[in-house]
Nanobody
Framework: QVQLVESGGGLVQAGGSLRLSCAAS????????MGWYRQAPGKQRELVAT???????TYADSVKARFTISRDNTRNMVYLQMNSLKSEDSADYYC???????????????WGKGTLVTVSS
C-alpha cells in the first residue's frame, strides 16, 4: 500500500557531493520519523540520519558536519545532502519511514529498495 522510492545515487569522486531523495507514495494517513540508513558489503545496516516530523534531526557521528537530512512533509519526501564524500561512505542507502496507512492502528516502519552510492578515491 505504501512505497518508498529512493533516487540520486551514483558514482562520485572522493570530496564530491550527492543528493539523495526518497518519495513516499500510496495510501498515507501520516508519516512520523523519516531517515536514511546504509549498508556496505559485508557490514550491517547502519543509521545515517533521521528526522522527526517536526524537524529534529539525528546523525551518525561518521557523517556529522558532512551530511544534511531534510524533509518536505507536504510532498512526503526526505532528502540527504552528502558533501565531502569519502570512500567509506560507499554503500547502498535505504530510505526508512514510519508510515500509517489504511488498516494501520500505529505507524509501520517501511523501507525503500535502496540506491547505490559509490565513492572513488
Amino acid at each position: 500500500q505504501v512505497q518508498l522510492v529512493e533516487s540520486g545515487g551514483g558514482l562520485v569522486q572522493a570530496g564530491g557531493s550527492l543528493r539523495l531523495s526518497c518519495a513516499a507514495s500510496g495510501v498515507i494517513f501520516s508519516i512520523g520519523d523519516m531517515g536514511w540508513y546504509r549498508q556496505a558489503p559485508g557490514k550491517q545496516r547502519e543509521l545515517v540520519a533521521t528526522m522527526t516530523r517536526g524537524g529534529i534531526s539525528t546523525y551518525a557521528d561518521s557523517v556529522k558536519a558532512r551530511f544534511t537530512i531534510s524533509r518536505d512533509n507536504t510532498r512526503n519526501m526526505v532528502y540527504l545532502q552528502m558533501n565531502s564524500l569519502k570512500s567509506e561512505d560507499s554503500a547502498d542507502y535505504y530510505c526508512n519511514a514510519n508510515v500509517r496507512s489504511l488498516g494501520d492502528i500505529t505507524p509501520q516502519p517501511t523501507w525503500g529498495k535502496g540506491t547505490l552510492v559509490t565513492v572513488s578515491s
